[in-house]
């Protein structure tokens, strides 16, 4: 655990990148190692190291540019010198994928939206991580980029979906009694258009689950994620939604249940490792309008798709076959 005052940079995402590659070099950690205590300068840090001064102020350049030190100048006796001091003690990297918690009869997993299986899109679509769009604009190729991954939004236009597979983290022997999967979504229009219904439907285990008609694509007022560098006359937020699965059906938000129940999912953990999560438009929908998903880092809700999982274990009593 780090002690009280220990400087912790956490990173996460695209914006990881600069400095790890930064953190990539003998030398450079080297240097760090220096810094620990005591800000030092360039002269200092070459004869500590058996470098020439370019070599050390090449490498000094590299932390700088990732921010991971400060430089100062002072007055010295030839001119001014470079004072170099260390700004984080330690630095914690969280990789990129599901992240899955377990509560007392609860399994819930966060999945990016960028950690798609498998995605059909037809233009207008696109994606755009925190920072910058992914690709080209309206190429179905960008969603193959490697770093689709990183996404925070993505759009589909009229018909077309996305595919998710979330892992199945029910203990074994568990029944599922109740699950629930939430998300920020909204139409997609060109730029935004409020009025632009979209018919949006959830599968699960290839099993549609609800469709949600959802009023239009957001725009004018900035979301309270989205980033400044995002275009202010495109989408901006969506609404969250949330589908649920019980014994009685499923619903979207507050509606009434239809007939596919939890034991059409077929969600034993003994004999199903992942939950097949497919989201999109339908070809024949009435409102073919597509769809934009967003991630924690966009739009106005701070999360990811969410999946929740309420479970139970059955009385010895019980010989109901799990589902």
């Not at 010295?76 to 992240?99: H, I, M, N, Y």
């Not at 920020?184 to 008609?213: F, K, L, R």
Request: hydrophobic share 35%; aromatic share 8%; proline share 6%.
């Amino acid at each position: 655990m780090p002690v009280s005052g220990t400087r912790l940079l956490n990173l996460e995402g695209e914006t990881a990148l600069p400095i790890l590659k930064a953190l990539a070099s003998e030398t450079r950690l080297l240097i760090l190692s220096l810094l620990t205590h005591n800000a030092m300068n360039v002269s200092e840090l070459a004869a500590a190291l058996g470098l020439p001064h370019s070599t050390v102020n090449f490498n000094l350049g590299q932390l700088q540019a990732a921010g991971l030190i400060t430089v100062e100048y002072e007055p010295g006796t030839r001119g001014s010198q470079k004072l170099c001091s260390r700004r984080f003690d330690e630095v914690a990297f969280k990789l990129p994928g599901a992240a899955v918690e377990a509560n007392v009869a609860q399994v819930t997993v966060s999945m990016p939206i960028g950690n798609y299986s498998h995605i059909e899109a037809t233009p207008t679509c696109g994606l755009a991580s925190e920072v910058k769009i992914i690709g080209l604009l309206d190429d179905p190729r960008s969603f193959y980029e490697p770093e689709h991954v990183y996404a925070q939004i993505l759009w589909l236009g009229k018909a077309g979906y996305v595919e998710y597979m979330f892992p199945n983290n029910l203990p074994y022997g568990s029944r599922v009694t109740r699950l629930e999967l939430s998300m920020e979504v909204c139409s997609e229009a060109p730029q935004y258009n409020h009025d632009w219904p979209s018919d949006i439907t959830v599968w699960i285990n290839d099993h549609e689950i609800g469709t949600y008609t959802s009023p239009g694509d957001f725009g004018g007022d900035r979301g309270r994620l989205t980033p400044e560098w995002w275009v202010q006359d495109q989408t901006m937020s969506g609404q969250l939604k949330r589908w649920t699965v019980t014994e009685a059906g499923s619903r979207v938000d507050g509606s009434e249940p239809t007939g596919v129940g939890l034991d059409m999912l077929q969600l034993n953990p003994s004999t199903r490792s992942h939950i097949k999560v497919r989201i999109g438009v339908k070809p024949d929908a009435v409102n073919r309008r597509g769809l934009n998903l967003f991630g924690r880092k966009f739009g106005n809700y701070e999360q990811d798709l969410v999946m929740r999982m309420d479970y139970a274990f059955p009385r010895p009593e019980d010989s109901t076959e799990l589902k």
